[in-house]
């Protein structure tokens, strides 16, 4: 692996952890934005009161499914893509 390739990997892993770190203070923000406790936003969504922290915190072991119903309890639009999905497309 040379030395670019290496960077621009790190880069990306950075880049993943910033975004789900965004996730998490979005999902908070907008739970307080509607008055509800961690409680009250679990019974929503189906989940435990350990699974909404857990988004909130940012933890990069919550489950796809547990995210998907979080976000959809406060109507937050969820996405899937890479960078490259984003910029219509892969290397050439």
Avoid: Y
Wanted: hydrophobic share 45%; proline share 3%; net charge positive.
């Amino acid at each position: 692996m040379t030395p670019r390739k290496w960077n621009r990997n790190l880069c990306c892993v950075q880049d993943r952890a910033d975004i789900g770190a965004a996730w998490g203070a979005v999902v908070r923000a907008r739970r307080l934005q509607f008055g509800l406790r961690q409680d009250e936003l679990a019974a929503l969504a189906g989940v435990s009161v350990r699974s909404v922290h857990a988004v909130e915190a940012s933890k990069p072991t919550v489950r796809l499914d547990v995210l998907l119903a979080v976000a959809s309890s406060l109507g937050l639009p969820v996405s899937i893509g890479g960078a490259d999905a984003a910029n219509g497309g892969g290397e050439s």
